[in-house]
């Protein structure tokens, strides 16, 4: 089985400010790594990914994220945040083996961007 | 633009009601899942299809009842809710079961049970 957690539930931040939210997991094999966001009223987005090769994942809106075996830690950054960054933002894993490929996320970090 | 499409956006039923929420995807994906979310919460998992059939049911009350017509298409039948089974339903796809995990969601039907 595996878990994650997200210790922020909530982060605010000033515009064009960077910001880090962050993602621990456990799992007892190997894992697939996930950051969704989901906008006010709507769906969950995939911001990006980690399924193998460099550590360093770069996905769409700016923002990047770093995959850290000996940390179990998969955090997402951006160097500078916009209004429209405001979201909720889900980190998830998803096991390469053992039968249960359904993702397990995170509780979520609300991001609120200031002006 | 979502690939997945929901149907309700929204939703009000009583708890005598049958109602019916509606996904469609073309992405040939076939997979699909359906979630159940609250306010400022993570998605949880209700059922998933895989090449049509059943696979997971993760000890949904009846109340809830599944249906995947054809690999494009996936239902959920309401009847006899509660009121806390007011959320937001998400349903999801992804190209099939194992696909590395990373599921394509719908903006989701909101319900409201009074």
């Known amino acids: 089985a595996q878990s994650v957690t997200q210790l922020d539930s909530q982060v605010p931040v000033f515009e064009e400010a960077p910001v880090e939210l962050r993602c621990n997991y456990s799992?007892?094999?190997?894992?697939?790594l996930f950051w969704y966001v989901q906008y006010p009223n709507q769906g969950l987005q995939l911001l990006l990914k980690?399924?193998?090769?460099?550590?360093l994942v770069k996905g769409i809106n700016g923002f990047e994220a770093e995959f850290n075996k000996s940390q179990t830690s998969f955090h997402l950054r951006k160097p500078s945040v916009h209004i429209s960054d405001t979201a909720e933002y889900f980190c998830a894993v998803s096991p390469l083996s053992g039968g249960s490929y359904i993702p397990t996320f995170g509780r979520g970090t609300s991001l609120i961007v200031h002006p | 633009d979502t690939e997945v499409t929901q149907t309700p956006k929204h939703l009000v039923m009583g708890m005598t009601n049958k109602k019916s929420l509606k996904c469609e995807q073309h992405m040939g994906h076939r997979a699909m899942y359906w979630y159940k979310q609250k306010a400022k919460k993570p998605p949880e998992l209700m059922f998933v299809y895989s090449y049509e059939k059943l696979s997971i049911n993760e000890s949904v009350p009846s109340r809830f009842s599944p249906e995947c017509p054809n690999s494009s298409l996936l239902n959920l039948h309401l009847h006899a809710l509660q009121p806390e089974d007011s959320a937001l339903y998400l349903c999801a796809s992804s190209q099939e079961r194992g696909s590395a995990g990373e599921l394509f969601f719908g903006e989701g039907s909101r319900l409201t049970v009074l």
């Open positions: 799992s007892s094999v190997s894992v697939y």
């Open positions: 980690y399924l193998s090769g460099s550590t």
